[in-house]
T-cell receptor, first 114, second 114 residues
Framework: NAGVTQTPKFQVLKTGQSMTLQCAQDMNHEYMSWYRQDPGMGLRLIHYSVGAGITDQGEVPNGYNVSRSTTEDFPLRLLSAAPSQTSVYFC?????????????FGDGTRLSIL | EDKVVQSPLSLVVHEGDTVTLNCSYE??????LLWYKQEKKAPTFLFML????IEKKSGRLSSILDKKELFSILNITATQTGDSAVYLC??????????????FGQGTILTVHP
């Protein structure tokens, strides 16, 4: 089972560049989410989706866009990279968002903005 | 605003010791509490707790939830060096616009020396 797959694993960008972090899951999960992890701050929710075609903002959405055209994929787009977006990004999924099933995480993307 | 606080933030023990990690939460529409172990990559799921007073066990690890006092503990007995990791606690808000949102604590860094 592949589970939650994130690509790339590492990326270095220059300030102002744009890029898309990919996330795919093969478990037919309805709920998908993006988090960023910074030292001393735990994981913070960026955006989430409760199903194909439906997305919403989390705690720290500014500077990021998402879309959910299929159940399997939930890409995260950085519109104009800033050094403050240097972080480790995790994608997660669960069967539903009801809290009755745990979220499972991908291996993360380590992103550095110069 | 939902909040999760873990203590201690770091802990150093020797193999064979027993440790107790604490997690307190303030979450509207609380649905469940999750514990994850994070080594170098993705947080891996340990426990999901939804009911007060029912202990969940997996080998040397166990956890319990107190919904009246709004906290949970994670116990690890007979610690091994392989238990060294960051332990994350997260609470699920399953209401309204926060549907499925996980709020994480800062994590407890556990170091087990031989």
């Amino acid at each position: 089972n592949a589970g939650v797959t994130q690509t790339p694993k590492f990326q270095v960008l220059k300030t102002g560049q744009s890029m898309t972090l990919q996330c795919a899951q093969d478990m037919n999960h309805e709920y998908m989410s993006w988090y960023r992890q910074d030292p001393g701050m735990g994981l913070r929710l960026i955006h989430y989706s409760v199903g194909a075609g439906i997305t919403d903002q989390g705690e720290v959405p500014n500077g990021y866009n998402v879309s959910r055209s299929t159940t399997e994929d939930f890409p995260l787009r950085l519109l104009s990279a800033a050094p403050s977006q240097t972080s480790v990004y995790f994608c997660a999924s669960s069967r539903t968002g009801s809290g009755d099933q745990p979220q499972h995480f991908g291996d993360g993307t380590r992103l550095s903005i110069l | 605003e939902d909040k999760v606080v873990q203590s201690p933030l770091s802990l150093v023990v020797h193999e064979g010791d027993t440790v107790t990690l604490n997690c307190s939460y303030e979450v509207t529409n609380f649905r469940s509490l999750l514990w994850y172990k994070q080594e170098k990559k993705a947080p891996t799921f340990l426990f999901m707790l939804t009911s007060s007073g029912i202990e969940k066990k997996s080998g040397r690890l166990s956890s319990i939830l107190d919904k009246k006092e709004l906290f949970s503990i994670l116990n690890i007995t007979a610690t091994q060096t392989g238990d060294s990791a960051v332990y994350l606690c997260a609470a699920v808000n399953a209401g309204g616009t926060s549907y499925g949102k996980l709020t994480f604590g800062q994590g407890t860094i556990l170091t087990v020396h031989p």
